[in-house]
């Protein structure tokens, strides 16, 4: 099966404002594949160039595939950026371009066969697992080869899919139910089953088969987090299960990890589902022996005492993490566990799952260590542990329901969480304005955005909250990822997240998306966050009516 036949589905997909008119297109389309042709063809559709958490990262980045355009197209630099400023997307750059010269100066030099499904799965394989001296330069040499063996659609998809670009909820959420209807089978079935693998294409291929119920939890293949709902208040806890014993943990402001260990190995996984191994070496070794997947949080922590979220930044943005291993130490504090000793845990009550983390870990292993609990029933009690946890540096409370099993990718008011602020929200970065007497020269006034549906809307700018060492990094982070300059401000591919704090938010027709906050503030830059995982504009109002109803309550 050939990749333009994929392209061509995109495309005219792409063309279809109904969603249920793109299922039905993808749903054929999917129908008449099997085995690792059907596999590859879900995978690619759903945004992914390999299966999540398989540890393969193709490694080429916006400057590499500009490079790359480039010289296949034949185009001089800048028709190439005028080119992409015109578009915002670098894909349809490279398609235009390509039309335009014929092919591309070295496309009419190869006579390729027609691009396969599974030949060029294959190459971008190869091409991942390039590394050490001269990467960057045989790196770009199979991607010029890759290109030049394009037509200008297919061109158009691999730039596309090599980017990231084609991954949203949006997409997944219209692959899965293709998915469902070309094979006959639940939705839910094939949601869980993506959750459950973090590969569109394997639960393709078992749907296919009518084998998706014999999914189960594995370990080193990474599962769906589960996620809390944000509290306005003590009380609200407490009028959602009146009389009802909840567990209280610390909120930290860390990084969200599931430790995977079995048979000597360890994996670590963010909440995207990319392998963070490197970045915890003294968690990996504390790990080794056990036989688990836990959920927890990875925190810099030094002198019994949480540090700030951007000192645990520094270390992911270094390649060497030993060299910040002293000067800021990690502790993994595991709060659930998933799987314990070949047996799955997912559908036991938390209580259960507790039990199980703390005999397995006992009272902490080296790096490790079981987040503290409590169990609490009033308003009063829930608050009196909430100052105490902000007193000793954390971001506030998580609140669980004891008997809630562990749903993955969900977020519900099984668990919840309370922190000083309103909330926080995380979104993405699409563009920023130069700054004014010190920051001159610098973007230190970042405009972003949340998820209304499949498409992101701006809600706000914020300009304080980073210190000058990071604006200097923003800036130059941003303008590796410009597609549009308008003078005093740029417009930039959406990659960065930022979890942005702020005292109230509230309906407002000064942007795009309807709202507008008070005060707000980039409390961090979520380097292991992607702009799937931004929020939503169903939380902006469910955030404006706590607003509303704190601002009566005064």
């Known amino acids: 099966m050939s990749f333009g036949e994929l392209c061509s589905v995109l495309e005219k997909s792409a063309s279809i404002s109904s969603r249920l008119m793109k299922v039905a297109l993808i749903a054929e389309y999917l129908r008449g594949l099997e085995g690792e042709d059907l596999e590859i063809a879900a995978r690619f559709m759903s945004g992914d160039v390999y299966p999540r958490g398989s540890g393969l990262d193709a490694g080429v980045g916006h400057s590499m595939l500009m490079e790359a355009v480039a010289e296949v197209t034949g185009a001089p630099r800048e028709e190439l950026l005028e080119a992409y400023r015109r578009h915002g997307d670098l894909g349809e750059a490279a398609r235009e371009l390509m039309e335009a010269r014929g092919g591309g100066a070295l496309a009419t030099l190869v006579q390729a066969e027609p691009l396969s499904l599974r030949g060029l799965y294959g190459e971008l394989t190869r091409l991942a ?19 030049a063996s394009c037509s200008p659609l297919e061109a158009k998809y691999l730039v596309k899919l090599l980017l990231g670009e084609l991954r949203t909820g949006a997409v997944e959420g219209v692959v899965e139910q293709a998915i469902a209807e070309a094979f006959g089978v639940d939705l839910e079935e094939v949601k869980r089953g993506r959750l459950l693998t973090g590969d569109m294409g394997e639960v393709a291929e078992l749907a296919r088969r009518g084998e998706l119920g014999r999914l189960g939890v594995r370990p080193f293949r990474p599962l769906g987090f589960m996620l809390a709902e944000a509290l306005a208040s003590p009380q609200e806890a407490a009028e959602r299960y009146p009389g009802r014993e909840l567990i209280a943990e610390y909120k930290y402001d860390g990084i969200r990890a599931q430790l995977h260990a079995s048979g000597g190995e360890v994996r670590i996984f963010s909440r995207r589902l990319e392998d963070v191994t490197r970045s915890f070496p003294e968690v990996v070794e504390s790990a080794r022996g056990l036989d688990a997947i836990l959920d927890g949080e990875a925190v810099a922590f030094r002198d019994g005492r949480p540090l700030p979220f951007r000192e645990l930044q520094r270390r992911l943005r270094r390649k060497d993490p030993r060299e910040l291993m002293e000067e800021v130490p990690v502790v993994y504090f595991a709060y659930d566990a998933l799987y314990v000793g070949g047996r799955s845990l997912l559908d036991e009550p938390l209580r259960e799952r507790r039990r199980a983390l703390e005999e397995l870990l006992g009272g902490g292993r080296g790096s490790i260590a079981v987040s503290p609990r409590w169990t609490v029933r009033s308003a009063g009690e829930i608050a009196e542990l909430f100052r105490r946890s902000r007193a000793e540096g954390y971001e506030g409370l998580m609140l669980k329901d004891p008997e809630s099993a562990y749903e993955l990718g969900k977020r519900g008011w099984k668990w919840m969480k309370l922190k000083e602020e309103l909330d926080t929200i995380d979104a993405v970065v699409v563009g920023a304005e130069y700054g004014h007497g010190r920051r001159a020269g610098l973007l230190s006034d970042l405009i ?53 704090a702020f005292d109230s938010v509230q309906e407002s027709d000064r942007h795009p998306g309807g709202y507008a906050f008070r005060f707000p503030r980039i409390k961090s830059v979520r380097l292991d966050k992607g702009p799937e995982d931004a929020d939503t504009i169903e939380k902006l109002r469910r955030l404006a009516e706590i607003s509303r109803a704190r601002a009566k309550a005064k």
């Open 448 to 500: 972003f955005a949340v998820w209304d549906g499949g498409e992101l809307k701006v809600v706000g700018k914020a300009y304080s909250g980073l210190t000058d060492r990071e604006i200097e990094w923003m800036t130059r982070r941003l303008k590796e990822l410009e597609v549009r300059d308008e003078g005093l401000r740029i417009l930039v591919r959406p990659e960065i997240v930022v979890e942005v």
């Open 129 to 147: 697992r390039i590394s050490g001296e001269g990467s960057y330069q045989r790196k770009l040499s199979r991607v010029r080869g890759l290109l």
